[in-house]
């Protein structure tokens, strides 16, 4: 090759690797809204808006994909069907009450082919290759003695035989799935053997919520099936989606395309797994704990070593490894993409340093003896060989990531020229298990600024900014009016440059939220920007606004983030917790309040006070200048947090006592917000 060409070669490699950090596509689940937000907001079938084609400007940016990534390496399609034992009749399940069903993999059935590359033009190819990998579904044996069910949500099932039935690792979201599961598959193709232990890898929903479609009340109750978890599990799973569960919740509408048709031009995958599915949340108390790397556990007669994971992918996490199997269970720390360092949805920012360090944990511990690595989502790698460098990649993607964050921000880069600079090397990029399907390069690395030096830049002017409306406003004014700016934004989307048509009209949409060409051309926009994304995430947060934005807010049945195990496994601390969070403080200023709230059943006591608009409790304490005391059995108040009943009809009936100034109680209720799930994000 003449150096013209190589010159050549390299700057066009240079262009592709800018215009995919300005897509916002860089090389590069979970918490109970993810179940619940799909049985509210995917229930009903979406209103089909009104998309446009992909224009010769996104054509051109994915074409640019096909061309650096090698579309002709099969292995994955070859992995993903290995081992392949029976599937689903039919890829349908209905729910147990009503006609939604909890799981219609035929919604997908557009998704289909091999390695080679037949993306739609509006569809990333990159992530139309993992859209594909993510149809293939059914129980699949991993080794003899290991099996996982894949392609029914969002995550993967696993399935370990020991001597007298079975260990169950990570039972789905709904108990429909998991039920449905084990009845048409594992017991007519494994056999009818009980389970005696369900493990969860780590405190998100889609890795405990299914549990109760496998084990009986009077299983658990009596010991015969144990629940095996990593330390902390309860209260990081419960509280994950209690303190900020209603703004998550409509944040998940946006990340995991709820409410988008299935189509080409909506959502074709959800980054883990092809989406989530509908029904039934729950959730069994552990009774074992991993507790610490190194501990060995028994669970019928199989050993595993334990590795723990906290503050990974998520607070409470681990992974083990089977001497027996000579295979390791990675949970979620090492899957076949780009995690998030940090979720769209909302959650607190994850540590790339430490994540990994485990996976060099792992290679040090376990690394000379893996022969099969199975994962919490997509499909096992087999082979040391190939194991050894998947986790090395891993490893040095995530360190990475988190180091050369952390070199730029030591010379001063601000996080949005991080994030515009950085990019993975080839000997990276390069590799599937690293592509941006879920994470992205751009905002994992703008989440480890955050980690470590927070929301501030450095800049004076980022320090109290104007909020978006007013903002909008002035800008507009700035730059000559709403007309001129839709004009000149027109110019510049003809130029393909999205993400800058973008900024620039969402001024003009806070500004006049009425203005439907801003609206329409702002939704023009976030489609093309969506067409581009290979983050299933990114497509979708870009697709649903762009949806919202033609459509409006469509007031679907508010979800509720907290199933009944879950509030039952609420600490009442938490709860308590959530009303302060509820508590208006314009409409408690200059006002005090105590009272003293007394469960009968479990013998707590607290003082629960109202003072300068701010919340505080006392644990077991009672005082005896408060206005009102309550007392009740936690079993009364759960039913008042689920919405079964309120406070004046247990006084009626007898099951709850209010002595002392009944009015002020209510007077306190009054001071609390009640939050709508379906806030508008994408118009002020």
């Not at 007669?301 to 681990?318: T, Y």
């Not at 944990?361 to 376990?366: K, P």
């Not at 980690?451 to 909008?472: I, K, Q």
């Amino acid at each position: 090759m003449s150096q013209t060409d190589d010159a050549a070669k390299n700057g066009a490699r240079r262009a592709f690797l800018k215009n995919v950090a300005v897509a916002g596509v860089a090389t590069g689940f979970s918490g109970a809204v993810e179940g619940t937000l799909a049985q509210a907001a995917g229930a009903s079938t979406p209103t089909t808006p009104a998309s446009k084609p992909a224009t010769v400007a996104t054509i051109a940016l994915n074409k640019q994909y096909a061309d650096f990534l090698s579309f002709a390496d099969a292995q994955d399609f070859e992995d993903a069907k290995r081992g392949l034992v029976a599937t689903l009749p039919e890829p349908l399940i209905i729910k147990g009450q009503g006609a939604v069903p909890a799981w219609n993999l035929q919604q997908f059935a557009f998704v289909s082919g091999g390695p080679e590359n037949n993306a739609p033009s509006t569809v990333n190819p990159s992530l139309w290759r993992n859209a594909k990998l993510n149809m293939d579904h059914g129980l699949f044996m991993v080794v003899d003695g290991i099996w996982q069910v894949r392609g029914y949500d969002l995550s993967v099932m696993s399935i370990i035989r020991g001597d007298q039935g079975y260990v169950v690792v990570d039972p789905f979201i709904t108990t429909e799935v998991a039920s449905t599961v084990w009845k048409q598959l594992v017991i007519p193709h494994l056999g009818n053997k009980p389970i005696t232990h369900v493990i969860y890898t780590h405190s998100h929903v889609d890795h405990y919520g299914g549990v109760r479609g496998l084990v009986s009340d009077e299983d658990l109750a009596s010991g015969k099936v144990k629940i095996v978890a990593p330390v902390g599990f309860t209260e990081a799973a419960v509280g994950e989606n209690v303190i900020a569960g209603n703004a998550m919740g409509r944040r998940a509408s946006y990340m995991y395309g709820s409410l988008l048709p299935r189509s080409p031009m909506g959502i074709v995958d959800g980054g883990l797994g092809k989406t989530t599915s509908v029904g039934t949340i729950t959730l069994a108390v552990p009774s074992m704990y991993a507790e610490k790397t190194g501990q060995k556990m028994t669970l019928d007669g199989v050993e595993i070593e334990v590795l723990m994971a906290p503050d990974s992918e998520a607070p409470s996490e681990f992974m083990f490894y089977l001497p027996k199997f000579r295979a390791f269970c990675a949970a979620e720390d090492a899957t076949h993409t780009l995690h998030n360092l940090y979720t769209l949805r909302g959650a607190k920012v994850r540590d790339g340093l430490l994540w990994s360090k485990y996976l060099q944990s792992a290679l040090d511990m376990f690394g000379d003896d893996m022969q099969v690595l199975f994962a919490s989502h997509y499909w096992p790698t087999w082979g040391n060989d190939r194991i050894g460098a998947f986790l090395r990649a891993q490893r040095d993607m995530y360190r990475y990531l988190h180091d050369q964050v952390m070199r730029m921000a030591n010379q001063g880069l601000t996080p949005l020229e991080i994030g515009e600079a950085i990019r993975l090397p080839d000997s990276l990029a390069k590799l599937w298990y690293c592509r941006s399907y879920y994470g992205t390069v751009y905002h994992d690395a703008l989440a480890q600024y955050n980690l470590r030096l927070g929301f501030f830049d450095g800049v004076p002017a980022n320090l109290h900014r104007l909020p978006p409306t007013e903002s909008g406003k002035r800008y507009v004014e700035f730059m000559g009016g709403s007309a001129a700016v839709v004009r000149k934004a027109h110019e510049y989307y003809d130029k393909g440059e999205y993400r800058w048509v973008a900024e620039v009209v969402n001024h003009v949409v806070f500004a006049e939220p009425q203005n439907t060409a801003a609206k329409q051309l702002l939704a023009d926009a976030y489609e093309q920007l969506g067409y581009q994304s290979e983050s299933a995430p990114w497509r979708n947060f870009y697709l649903t606004g762009a949806m919202e934005l033609r459509n409006g807010v469509r007031k679907l049945p508010a979800p509720n983030p907290q199933s009944p195990d879950t509030i039952q496994a609420m600490p009442l601390d938490m709860f308590l917790d959530y009303l302060g969070i509820r508590l208006n403080g314009d409409r408690a200023s200059g006002k005090t309040a105590s009272f003293n709230l007394m469960l009968s059943d479990t013998k707590e006591n607290y003082v629960l006070g109202v003072e300068n608009s701010a919340l505080n409790y006392s644990k077991g304490k009672t005082s005896n200048t408060a206005d009102a005391s309550v007392t009740m059995t936690r079993a009364n108040l759960n039913d008042i947090m689920m919405g079964k009943t309120n406070m004046q009809k247990l006084v009626m009936a007898g099951n709850a006592k209010i002595d002392g100034n009944s009015q002020k109680l209510g007077e306190f209720i009054s001071w609390l917000d009640t939050f709508d799930f379906w806030f508008n994000i994408v118009t002020p």
